[in-house]
Structure formats: C-alpha cells, structure tokens
C-alpha cells in the first residue's frame, strides 16, 4: 500500500504542474504593471483547472503523509524524482517543449539513482 502513497504523490503533483502550465500558457504573460498582475492572478485563482490543480497538490500532500507511515523518508524521497521524467515526457507530448539528448541522459541518470537508492 505504500507504493500507491507514493505513485498517487508523484502523479498528482505531476497533474498539477501540467494543467498549471497550460492554463498559464493560455492566460498569456504576466502583465508588467502591479494592479495587472495583481488581476491576473486573482484570475487565475478562479480558474477551475487551476484550483484542481491546487486541489492535486494537496492530496499529493496527503498521500505523501500516509507514504511516510510506511517508509524512511531517505527510501522514499527518491521516487518523487520520477515526476521530472513524467513532466519531461509529458511537456514534450502536450506542450511541443523539446526533449532534447541532454534532458534524457539526465533522466536516465534519475531513474539509475532511483534503483541505487531503493537497493
């Protein structure tokens, strides 16, 4: 049961920074000028796929604090690392960011931690 604390921590934080980054991505920049950003913001807020993504963090919270009844945190901590590969995959899916050989040598080199470090 523990390893589903921590697959529901790393995918919902995952959720979060994906739909926060497309919404973002549809709202435009941030405006220069305080009472704009201010606007914006509050905007954003009240946006629904922004606030589930606030809602994902907070569970991913919860899950984490059921994770650590079941593990040390120096066992688990490492696993978080799998959402920088899932955010990697994923913002190049969604978002056409570029995936580029340096990002996957560095992914690799998380997922060769990950194995070390659960050992």
Known sequence: MGYLYIAATVLLTVYGQMV????????????????EKLL???????????LSGF????????AWMAAMTKFQLSYAYPFM???????LFLSGLF?????????????????????????
Do not use: H
């Open 81 to 87: 690392s799998l959402s920088f590969v899932l955010v």
């Open 20 to 35: 926060l980054k497309w919404q973002v991505g549809l709202a435009g920049p941030l405006p220069d000028a305080s009472a």
């Open 95 to 119: 978002f056409r960011e570029p995936v580029t050989v340096v990002k996957l040598l560095g992914v690799c080199l998380i997922v060769l931690g990950i194995v070390l470090g659960s050992r």
């Open 55 to 62: 809602c994902a963090a907070f569970l991913a919270s919860l």
């Open 40 to 50: 914006f913001l509050l905007r954003m807020l009240m946006n629904p796929w922004v």
